[in-house]
């Protein structure tokens, strides 16, 4: 069975750090494309950033270049996003998805149409 399991998540003052973790399982390919995405009340899921296990590829969307990183554990099945330098702006609930390629959009981030698999979710609040 398919399984993605979110954790990390709270809340934390501006300029303040975060780490989510996103343990992937039952998918029948070894390489695979995990992506984060955050959604806040009355908006459509926002594509973050995504990681290509089988290389270690990283895309980032331009809200969270330079402040957002993407790390993979192969032993333990997980992709991370450490998230520095929060603003306010990034408080969201955040998700991981899984799909077989990365597909991007136009500005970098991860298309929602092509992921599958999502996890439940895991919320970020940064304060002022």
């Known amino acids: 069975q398919v399984q993605l399991v979110e954790s990390g998540g709270g809340s934390v003052q501006a300029g303040g750090s975060l780490r989510l973790s996103c343990a992937a399982s039952g998918f029948t390919y070894s390489r695979i494309c995990i992506g984060w995405f955050r959604q806040t009340p009355g908006k459509e899921r926002e594509g973050v950033a995504a990681?290509?296990?089988?290389?270690?590829?990283?895309y980032y969307a331009d809200s969270v270049n330079g402040r957002f990183t993407l790390s993979q554990d192969n032993a333990k099945n997980t992709v991370s996003l450490q998230m520095n330098s929060l603003k306010p702006e990034d408080t969201a609930m955040y998700y991981c998805?899984?799909?077989?390629?990365?597909?991007?959009?136009?500005?970098?981030?991860?298309?929602?149409?092509?992921?599958?698999?999502w996890g439940q979710g895991t919320q970020v609040t940064v304060s002022s």
């Open positions: 990681i290509y296990t089988g290389g270690g590829s990283t």
């Open positions: 998805a899984a799909t077989r390629f990365c597909i991007l959009g136009t500005r970098r981030e991860p298309r929602r149409e092509s992921f599958g698999y």
